[in-house]
């Protein structure tokens, strides 16, 4: 599956953006997707999680309450809607796939190296 992540840009403190992952190949909901975010010199950080139909979610404490992962198989793209930003939330963004572990959703994926398919960044940039 090839991914295409879209949608950052710069937005002030408390203000709303939607990024989205279109993806191609493979039958998009055989896949569980995640969203993680990076800054230079840090490592990965996983954002949060949907299982292949979207019955599942998980966030990460940080962006709970605030941001939401909606997917739409018909239209193969998952999206992470980031509100109430934060500068601690200026990062570049991936998309990432994996081949879902369980059809029930009982188990979802956080670590980076759990998801083989990769997506080039978005950069969201949150101004104080």
């Known amino acids: 599956v090839q991914l295409q992540a879209s949608g950052g840009g710069l937005v002030q403190a408390g203000g709303a953006l939607r990024l989205s992952c279109a993806a191609s190949?493979?039958?998009?909901?055989?896949?569980?997707m995640g969203w993680f975010r990076q800054n230079p010199g840090q490592e990965r950080e996983f954002v949060a999680a949907?299982?292949?139909?979207?019955?599942?979610?998980y966030y990460v404490v940080s962006v709970k309450g605030r941001f939401t992962i909606p997917r739409d198989n018909a239209k193969r793209t998952v999206y992470l809607q980031l509100n109430d930003l934060k500068p601690e939330d200026t990062a570049v963004y991936y998309c990432?796939?994996?081949?879902?572990?369980?059809?029930?959703?009982?188990?979802?994926?956080?670590?980076?190296?759990?998801?083989?398919?990769w997506g080039p960044g978005t950069q969201v940039t949150v101004s104080s």
């Open positions: 990432a796939a994996a081949s879902t572990p369980s059809r029930s959703g009982s188990i979802l994926f956080i670590r980076a190296d759990q998801y083989p398919y």
């Open positions: 190949g493979r039958t998009f909901s055989l896949y569980d």
């Open positions: 949907i299982n292949w139909n979207g019955s599942h979610t």
